[in-house]
């Protein structure tokens, strides 16, 4: 059972924004607003919180399965019995999209309402939709080293307009070792925005973790690559794309990673700190820092 405490923290690293941000330490969930931290779960296996449009709830994996619940840690629900990473609300709140094996066996994406009345339904791949779900498995643990880890990680991100999902794969893997794509709901076509190794690319990397700007305009991930040579080589860190112009740009440091917005201006990131892991918040159009609270996989109400 999800446990809900209420242990305030006073180890904030820096001022923080008036919006509540809900993050990750130690497997269990933290919440602060301003230079108030509380923990609000406890028994650890908690990753990827994301606000519900309005607030009034957190999607959250646990354990591997996904489940909603209050933003003081009370009234904890499982959606699915579905293994699922890294979910995403619909933009009005009804629907949670969701990564999980698909039909061909790679990754694919989801999505179950809310309330957790019905049937997971296959939105990614397009050919998997209305064929029998796949057996509901649990995926081996990944270890190993950060890069390793956010490799397959498949975290989604739901469009502000509510007609595209942005997930890690889709049809580009046929061609590519690891790719990302943005996929149309209504007719589940989907863009490659992001790709590495295969085809004419000499090249190794991942694009996880989307997050879109609350506008629309842009669309942000986590992305490492090894090049051809070691001039070409980039630690994991965040890409931004004008999904208008198509120009890319690098956004904070390197380390940074797991992007959420807080609007057009500013953002949260995971930053690596000499202590470990450190939600940061950053100022888009100077680059400037604010560390605020060890922990990582922050969002914001």
């Known amino acids: 059972m999800i446990m809900a405490a209420v242990v305030l923290a006073s180890l904030v690293l820096g001022p923080a924004p008036a919006t509540p941000i809900t993050y990750v330490r130690g497997g269990d969930l933290y919440v602060s607003t301003g230079s108030v931290e509380k923990r609000i779960t406890t028994g650890g296996g908690f990753s990827r919180p994301r606000y519900?449009?309005?607030?009034?709830?957190?999607?959250?994996?646990?354990?591997?399965?996904?489940w909603t619940?209050?933003?003081?840690?009370?009234?904890?629900?499982?959606?699915?019995?579905?293994?699922?990473?890294?979910?995403?609300?619909?933009?009005?709140?009804?629907?949670?999209?969701?990564?999980?094996?698909?039909c061909t066996g790679g990754p694919g994406v989801y999505r179950v309402a809310a309330s957790g009345v019905s049937k997971p339904e296959v939105l990614?791949?397009?050919?998997c939709r209305g064929e029998d779900l796949p057996d509901e498995t649990a995926p081996e643990p990944v270890t190993g080293a950060l890069a390793d880890r956010l490799r397959?990680?498949?975290?989604?991100?739901?469009?502000?307009?509510?007609?595209?999902?942005?997930f890690r794969g889709g049809e580009c893997d046929a061609v590519y070792d690891a790719c990302l794509s943005i996929g149309t709901i209504a007719s589940g076509a989907e863009r490659m925005v992001a790709a590495y190794g295969?085809?004419?690319?000499?090249?190794?990397?991942?694009?996880?973790?989307?997050?879109?700007?609350?506008?629309?305009?842009r669309l942000a991930w986590t992305a490492y690559q090894e090049g051809e040579t070691a001039a070409e080589n980039e630690p994991v860190h965040v890409v931004e794309l004008d999904l208008t112009t198509g120009r890319k740009r690098t956004i904070g440091v390197p380390m940074d990673r797991e992007l959420t917005y807080l609007d057009a201006n500013r953002a949260l990131v995971t930053a690596q700190s000499t202590t470990g892991?450190?939600?940061?918040?950053?100022?888009?159009?100077?680059g400037a820092r604010t560390p605020l609270h060890p922990g990582s996989q922050a969002t914001a109400r």
């Open 69 to 102: 619940l209050k933003p003081d840690g009370t009234a904890a629900r499982r959606i699915t019995t579905r293994p699922a990473t890294g979910p995403s609300w619909s933009p009005d709140g009804k629907w949670l999209a969701f990564a999980s094996t698909s």
């Open 52 to 66: 519900a449009p309005g607030g009034g709830q957190l999607a959250v994996i646990r354990n591997g399965q996904l």
């Open 198 to 217: 295969g085809g004419s690319l000499q090249n190794r990397g991942f694009a996880v973790i989307p997050s879109w700007r609350p506008d629309g305009t």
């Open 152 to 166: 397959v990680d498949d975290a989604v991100a739901w469009s502000p307009d509510g007609k595209q999902i942005a």
């Open 277 to 286: 892991s450190c939600v940061t918040l950053v100022d888009l159009r100077t």
């Open 124 to 127: 990614f791949p397009r050919d």
